[in-house]
């Protein structure tokens, strides 16, 4: 079984609507929680990380844990055509030891 | 825009070739990782360090090597490329306590 769950996708959303994406993982000793946005051919991107279950937002985007069950959730607000990437989540333990990272989601905004 | 430098960006090789990807970074970090990523697949742990002098294996089994002389630089060695080596690879770095920081990656492609 994998340490973390991401659904591929692609999720297709119109220019404007609001993207969900989310993940599970397994292990309760996974502390930290990240957010990864890649573009084709580029590296992963850091684009939000958290600690405690509850929400973190930053800009359009909001980040939510919900420890007791596991799921992590990235939410994208107003979306546009340049959100058109894989989005990966990732999470390591409280000593900041392996990351685990999901297999990514793709996301396709149409303008 | 990434600290992080990689290359080449691509690299389409003969079986049997001894190739090295290069890994630089500006920003200091003491932690350097490579991971290889395949469409549709979570990232990989192949090598990593924790400081100058200090490398280790990651999870997947690598026929490549890694060293460490200096803090800002972390080239990855192939002794002997096969097929099974076409993916990309990312170079990440950290500082402690802080998630990590990728690179573009080098595209491979063995033939």
């Known amino acids: 079984q994998k340490e973390v769950e991401q659904d591929p996708g692609p999720l297709s959303v119109p220019e404007g609507a609001i993207v969900s994406l989310n993940c599970t993982y397994s292990n309760s000793a996974f502390q930290y929680f990240m957010w990864y946005r890649q573009y084709s051919r580029k590296g992963p991107e850091l684009l939000m990380y958290?600690?405690?279950?509850g929400n973190k937002e930053d800009g359009r985007f909001t980040a939510q844990v919900d420890k007791s069950s596991k799921y992590i959730s990235l939410f994208i607000r107003d979306s546009q055509p340049s959100d058109s990437a894989t989005y990966l989540c990732?999470?390591?333990?409280?000593?900041?030891?392996?990351?685990?990272f999901g297999a990514g989601t793709q996301v396709v905004v149409t303008p | 825009e990434a600290d992080i430098y990689q290359t080449p960006r691509y690299l389409v090789i003969g079986t049997g070739k001894k190739i090295t990807l290069e890994c630089s970074q500006t920003?200091?970090?003491?932690?350097m990782y490579w991971y290889q990523q395949d469409p549709g697949m979570e990232l990989h742990l192949i090598h990593y360090?924790?400081?100058?002098?200090?490398?280790e294996k990651g999870d997947l089994s690598s026929e490549s090597t890694v060293s460490r002389i200096r803090t800002e630089h972390f080239p990855l060695t192939l002794e002997s490329a096969r097929p099974s080596h076409t993916s990309q690879y990312l170079c990440?770095?950290?500082?402690?306590?802080?998630?990590?920081?990728f690179g573009n990656g080098t595209r491979l492609t063995v033939t």
């Open positions: 990440a770095s950290r500082q402690v306590n802080s998630p990590l920081h």
């Open positions: 360090s924790y400081g100058v002098n200090s490398t």
């Open positions: 958290t600690y405690s279950s």
């Open positions: 990732a999470v390591t333990t409280d000593s900041w030891g392996k990351f685990q």
């Open positions: 920003m200091g970090h003491d932690k």
